[in-house]
């Protein structure tokens, strides 16, 4: 992995972007940066994807609900950004079936049409089937559902790993010169000289960098950030929404999801989940204080519970709750409505002062259309630097993804190490893609993989994860850039945490 060390250390070699914020956004826009030639300075003061890039229900969607609020602007991007991670994400990312039972006294089946119709026609669709109506008394989700839904309709949206989409665009940047510096918080940044003058903190103490421009790219603390580290006069105000989730024991057989709609019009998702589970969510409370303090609340579980128990027959018990996350939204500051209805849009502030340096501002923004935010970021940049190069994400594969043929490179990648487990190749394949090779080496057997930790997770894995994505604890391997976590034992998990403590 590329490091630059020096980069940005005095300001005659300044770095041409500091980026805050290691979320989806701040990534994005790294990875695009490093590609067209621009020198890249991302930190982030946690792991990366620590915050709400790493807590949202896993979608790549263009968000059917919002159709109802005239965000058609909105759903149009993301629902071509659909087509376009599935181009360059395939090894992670592909199409599920989601199931909308129509429920008597809410929103009318002709409504639901005409949305779906909408939807299917507006995102130059390619990949993705077609919606259509369902009769939910013979189709084959029906047994999962209690007796009085009888009609419902089938569209489709696409699953993603949001944590390691982070990672990965990371890596991207990485290989295209970045340099990546996380648990690196910034402290101070001022303009002198005409350039940012920034001070890091990180395991080493504080340094220094120097930068021709700043992005804030914090998420839901780009508020602190422009109040407490640029000093602003005016920095950005956003509402922030707090979404929960939880994981439970397999509900639903089949690969069909489903989406709930509740008396209050919200939606809730029971999504398959990592082959044995069910990942149900989300809500929506504002919230107050650290985004960092967000938990899932006594009020959200019996939310989560209840919804889903309304409609399925298998009603999930509080016990049942395998592991629940919470992250926070950082909408833009709309001054009416609540948060169902606060647009998940995004907006930028540039300031190019005639004697400073530039600082540009990212607000709000979703998982789906991280990669045109990147790229428009970029656009809103092009008169500071002239020579920046052509935008390049929607065509180019993200690292795992690059090869012209995955069902191909499946089938060989499996048919490669026929003394390993299948379960452990269809993981590996699933998660790290084309890169799975140099987690395996040239092993033959298990045991060739060093030490083993629990359900196929090895010392060799945990190793890779240290040199190439930038995992320190247990916490960054199990939780983010795998999910692990949900199948280790405690006694189990200890050994990772020991082993990342060496």
Known sequence: MTEL?????????PADLLI????????GIARDAAGRGLRVILCEQNDLASGTSSMSSKLIHGG???????????????LAEREVMLRIAGHMCWPVPIVLPQVPGLRPGWLIRLGLFLYDHIGSRKRVPASHAIDLRRDPIGPSLEAG?????????????DARLVVLNAVDAAVHGADIRTRTRCVAARQEQGLWRATLHGAAGDSDVWARAVVNAAGPWAGEVGRDVLALPNPPQLSLVKGSHIVVPRLLAGQDALMLQNPDRRIVFVLPYEDDYTLIGTTEEVHHGDPADASISADELDYLLATSARFLRRKPRLKD??????????LIESGAGGPTSASRDYSFSLDIPADGAPLLQVLGGKLTTY????????????????????AWTASAALPGSDTDDLVAWHRAFLG???????????????????RSSAILGQARYPGDLGASF??????????????????????????RRTKMGLRLTADEAARVERWFGR
Do not use: M
């Open 454 to 479: 629990g359900s196929g997770l090895s010392e060799a894995e945990l190793t890779y994860l240290r040199d190439r994505e930038w995992a320190r604890t247990a916490a960054d391997a199990l939780w």
């Open 321 to 330: 709750v395998r592991w629940s996350f919470a992250g926070v939204r950082p």
């Open 149 to 161: 839904y009888r009609h419902g309709f089938r569209f489709y949206d696409c699953w993603i790993d």
């Open 5 to 13: 060390p020096a980069l940005g250390a005095h300001p005659g070699q």
């Open 64 to 78: 059917l609900r919002y159709l109802e609020y005239g965000e058609f602007r909105l759903v149009r991007e993301a």
């Open 20 to 27: 805050i914020g290691g979320g989806i956004n701040g990534a």
């Open 371 to 390: 990669r045109r935010l990147a790229e428009e970021a970029l656009e809103r940049l092009q008169p500071v630097f002239p020579a920046l190069g052509k």
């Open 416 to 434: 490669a190490y026929p003394g390993l487990p299948n379960s452990l190749l269809r993981r590996l394949a699933r998660t790290y893609g084309t």
